[in-house]
């Protein structure tokens, strides 16, 4: 039994070299994948056989997320909402490793990890893994499409630094006037 484990262990070993030796002319646009948190190299390594080098193929990234299948499709006819908003069939093997990059992304202290808890409170998990893979590949489409652009995480507070904490006053003092109400605020003690 211990024969064969070591077997596969050796089995493993040369197809990751052999991985290694194919990916060496790729090796500035796997570093450049991989700083994207949640990625890693194997998912770098992963990602460019499935997608490519050559981003002009898809004009935004949205074409790239519409190729890959990670854009819910709905259509609306007559103010009806027609579909789930499901996703269809995609690269599997692309899905599969963009969905464990949201995972993992989500387990980390970064814009990205915001984002999936964001999504995950209000619309749940399997929706918040679809839309930080999504965002995973726009930043690839971003860092594929100019080869000097290097990725910059936004930090966990982006979305706490850029929100307008008068909006919600304003927004309700107008809805008073709108019912034909004169509101005048003074500040609690």
Same mark, same amino acid.
């Given at each position: 039994?211990?024969? +064969?484990?070591?077997?596969?262990?050796?089995?493993?070993?040369?197809?990751?070299?052999?991985?290694?030796?194919? !990916?060496? *002319?790729?090796?500035?646009?796997?570093?450049?994948?991989?700083?994207?948190?949640?990625?890693?190299?194997?998912?770098? %390594?992963?990602?460019?056989?499935?997608?490519?080098?050559?981003?002009?193929?898809?004009?935004?990234?949205?074409? @790239?997320?519409?190729?890959?299948?990670?854009?819910?499709?709905?259509?609306?006819?007559?103010?009806?909402?027609?579909?789930?908003?499901?996703?269809?069939?995609?690269? +599997?093997? !692309?899905?599969?490793? @963009?969905?464990?990059?949201?995972?993992?992304?989500?387990?980390?202290?970064?814009?990205?990890?915001?984002?999936?808890?964001?999504?995950?409170?209000?619309?749940?998990?399997?929706?918040?893994?679809?839309?930080?893979?999504?965002?995973?590949?726009?930043?690839?489409?971003? @860092? !594929?499409?100019?080869?000097?652009?290097?990725?910059?995480? !936004?930090? *966990?507070?982006?979305?706490?630094?850029?929100?307008?904490?008068?909006?919600?006053? +304003?927004?309700?003092?107008?809805?008073? %006037?709108?019912?034909?109400?004169?509101?005048?605020?003074?500040?609690?003690?």
């Amino acid at each position: 039994m211990l024969g +064969r484990v070591d077997a596969i262990n050796a089995d493993i070993a040369s197809v990751e070299a052999q991985v290694g030796e194919q !990916l060496v *002319p790729f090796a500035r646009e796997v570093e450049q994948i991989d700083e994207i948190p949640g990625l890693g190299l194997v998912g770098a %390594e992963a990602i460019i056989p499935e997608i490519g080098l050559d981003m002009t193929r898809f004009p935004t990234p949205a074409h @790239l997320a519409s190729w890959a299948h990670f854009a819910p499709g709905i259509s609306e006819s007559a103010g009806k909402k027609k579909g789930n908003g499901a996703t269809g069939h995609g690269n +599997r093997y !692309l899905a599969r490793v @963009l969905g464990q990059a949201a995972v993992n992304a989500a387990r980390t202290n970064t814009f990205l990890g915001e984002w999936y808890r964001r999504i995950a409170r209000r619309r749940g998990k399997k929706r918040a893994i679809v839309a930080v893979g999504r965002s995973i590949l726009t930043i690839i489409w971003h @860092l !594929l499409s100019d080869p000097q652009a290097r990725f910059t995480d !936004l930090g *966990p507070d982006f979305y706490d630094s850029h929100v307008n904490h008068n909006r919600p006053i +304003r927004n309700h003092v107008h809805d008073l %006037e709108n019912l034909g109400y004169r509101v005048t605020l003074e500040k609690a003690a």
